[in-house]
């Protein structure tokens, strides 16, 4: 597609829910991000991906944070058993090569808004 | 302390006004520095993109502006118009360890007419 897309684009849990945030990266992009942002904070990096590699998975919060990207397109965060300080903005970006010192553009989707009730 | 620290936080300037955003970064060793302008709701779009050996780097109304030896940056805007409202987010990369961009805060600016 043109762009990154995300999906939902909004999403409200009870505290307890299992959730699932799908993010569709620019086709032929090899990286992929997701990011975290806190209402007026800057994004904060959880996870990357190259191709279906999951190749640093340090920013993710807690093990109820889990993110896959099995055929390396599609990928999908999911978060098990949501708690309040879950509630934020999940950002998804993808970039055709990896960031090694080049400056390849990092596309970003719109984000998903989650809310945990 | 945060590595990469923008002023003002926020700033309101009346359409047609220049204004100028300010970037300090701590990250070491340095790689790259970008740029985003963030509208509400939407995500990052990217401006510019600046590696140590660049000082100056212009894309339509934006120019910004890196100096490596006192790690910093700055944004300005020419002649803003009201569609420049929005957050403007510095980003750094540390070399060898370009996957983890580091993130400010971001300046969040609002041009009136």
């Known amino acids: 597609g043109a762009g990154v897309s995300q999906s939902p684009r909004y999403k409200v849990a009870k505290r307890g829910q299992d959730v699932a945030l799908r993010c569709d990266p620019i086709?032929?992009?090899?990286?992929l991000f997701w990011y975290q942002q806190a209402l007026g904070q800057g994004p904060e990096f959880l996870t990357y991906?190259?191709?279906?590699?999951?190749?640093?998975k340090s920013g993710l919060p807690s093990d109820r944070f889990f993110a896959e990207r099995p055929e390396g397109s599609v990928s999908t965060l999911k978060i098990q058993r949501t708690q309040q300080e879950d509630s934020a903005v999940y950002l998804c970006?993808?970039?055709?090569?990896?960031?090694?010192?080049?400056?390849?553009?990092?596309?970003f989707g719109p984000g998903t808004r989650l809310t945990v009730l | 302390k945060n590595q990469v620290e923008q002023s003002p936080q926020s700033l309101i300037i009346l359409e047609g006004k220049n204004c100028t955003l300010q970037?300090?970064?701590?990250?070491?060793?340095?790689?790259?520095l970008r740029w985003y302008k963030q509208d509400t709701g939407r995500g990052p779009v990217s401006l510019t993109i600046?590696?140590?050996?660049?000082n100056t780097k212009s894309n339509g109304r934006y120019t910004a502006t890196l100096d490596a030896d006192t790690k910093q940056s700055s944004l300005h805007i020419t002649a803003s118009q009201l569609s420049d409202s929005a957050s403007y987010i510095c980003?750094?990369?540390?070399?060898?360890?370009?996957?983890?961009?580091?993130f400010g805060t971001g300046t969040r600016l609002q041009v009136f007419p």
């Open positions: 970006a993808s970039s055709l090569g990896r960031l090694l010192g080049a400056a390849y553009v990092l596309v």
């Open positions: 086709s032929g992009h090899v990286s």
């Open positions: 991906f190259q191709n279906e590699a999951q190749l640093d």
């Open positions: 970037c300090n970064y701590t990250v070491s060793p340095f790689s790259n």
């Open positions: 600046m590696t140590f050996s660049e």
């Open positions: 980003v750094v990369s540390r070399r060898y360890n370009t996957d983890k961009l580091i």
